[in-house]
């Protein structure tokens, strides 16, 4: 068994994370200090306790809880240090990252000026650690649709800022997204690229109509692909990247263990995809751990070779990162190609 330590020092883009999902434990006890939370007393293992969950609805409180102990537009300062501070360690070379407007106006914040803060912090840390990165402005499935035409107003405000794309999450068996079909496409004309969670806890046929609506550019998780030769050949036919984050999947109870995870049948039919962290802190995990996860338990470790190939095609890459990565497949293959 290879060394997790092999895949970090590899150099990798992560294409799928949400920034409230990356807030660290300690991170949020200091915020309860700060504000005066019921945390503030609490150990870090009882917070970690309080925020445990075993299904996709319990998992969508947890983030709900991180989310209510940003109770400034400030709080975002130091989280997006330290979520740069994680991106460092863990050699990604190029981040897409989520961060939803919709959850700072429901608790009474700015989302203007905490995506200022935002980019202010992701503009001098990714210069500082030659880290590429672009935010997608995501939102909650369940709210309202006019939530998400405020959101596509700032994404287009700050389109030329860093906001490279708007994003569909939370409850995907909530509603179709027939009434998001007009500011979908506004978006899409508007020149960002829409990021589509679907497919993870909802059916082949629902993620079909997903996709015929939103012509995403990129899914979340899109595990019904799997089991859905229409699924498969709509995307293959327009190039959409499945962002696969195997350890979510498995914490969140919608597959039920490693071995059954779908991605076998998504490499088998060459789907394009790639590994991702979703919300590291909150499922204990990192991007390198995916990558050993998916070497040891799920793939051949040389298949990833072919995932890289599929990173290096991302049109938002600058040549330099573009250049690290073809030298990663070459680790990779150098490093497990013995006997092939
Ligand atoms: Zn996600």
Redesign the pocket.
């Known amino acids: 068994m290879i060394s997790s330590e092999f895949w970090r020092r590899l150099p990798k883009t992560e294409t799928?994370v949400?920034l409230e999902g990356s807030i660290s434990v300690e991170r949020l006890h200091r915020l309860h200090r700060r504000h005066g939370l019921e945390w503030a007393s609490w150990t870090p293992a009882e917070i970690r306790r309080q925020l445990s969950f075993a299904t996709f609805p319990r998992f969508l409180e947890a983030f709900k809880k991180v989310c209510l102990a940003v109770r400034h537009e400030d709080d975002f300062v130091p989280v997006t240090e330290d979520f740069f501070d994680m991106l460092d360690r863990e050699h990604i070379v190029h981040c897409e990252f989520?961060y939803t407007p919709a959850i700072s106006w429901k608790f009474g914040l700015s989302a203007e000026t905490v995506l200022e803060n935002i980019l202010a912090i992701a503009r001098r840390e990714g210069r500082r650690r030659s880290i590429s990165w672009g935010i997608i402005l995501d939102n909650v499935r369940q709210f309202p649709v006019d939530a998400f035409r405020r959101t596509l107003a700032l994404g287009l405000r700050y389109r030329d800022a860093g906001v490279v794309g708007i994003g569909i999450?939370g409850d995907e068996t909530c509603c179709s997204l027939e009434e998001y079909a007009n500011p979908l496409a506004e978006a899409r004309a508007g020149g960002l690229s829409v990021y589509l969670?679907t497919g993870e806890t909802g059916d082949a046929a629902a993620m079909l109509a997903d996709l015929k609506t939103a012509r995403p550019r990129r899914v979340?998780?899109g595990l019904a692909a799997a089991r859905s030769p229409a699924i498969r050949d709509y995307l293959q036919e327009r190039g959409v990247v499945l962002d696969i984050?195997p350890t979510?999947n498995i914490r969140t109870g919608v597959v039920e263990n490693i071995e059954a995870h779908p991605l076998r049948d998504i490499a088998s039919q060459n789907l394009p995809y790639t590994i991702n962290s979703?919300?590291p802190a909150l499922f204990e995990t990192s991007l390198s751990a995916e990558y050993a996860l998916v070497a040891e338990r799920i793939l051949n470790p040389l298949s990833l070779v072919n995932m890289v190939k599929t990173q290096e095609k991302n049109p938002l890459l600058p040549a330099h990162v573009k250049e690290s990565l073809a030298a990663a497949g070459v680790r990779i293959i150098k490093e497990f190609g013995h006997g092939e």
């Open positions: 799928h949400h989520f999450g969670h979340g998780h984050c979510s979703d919300d």
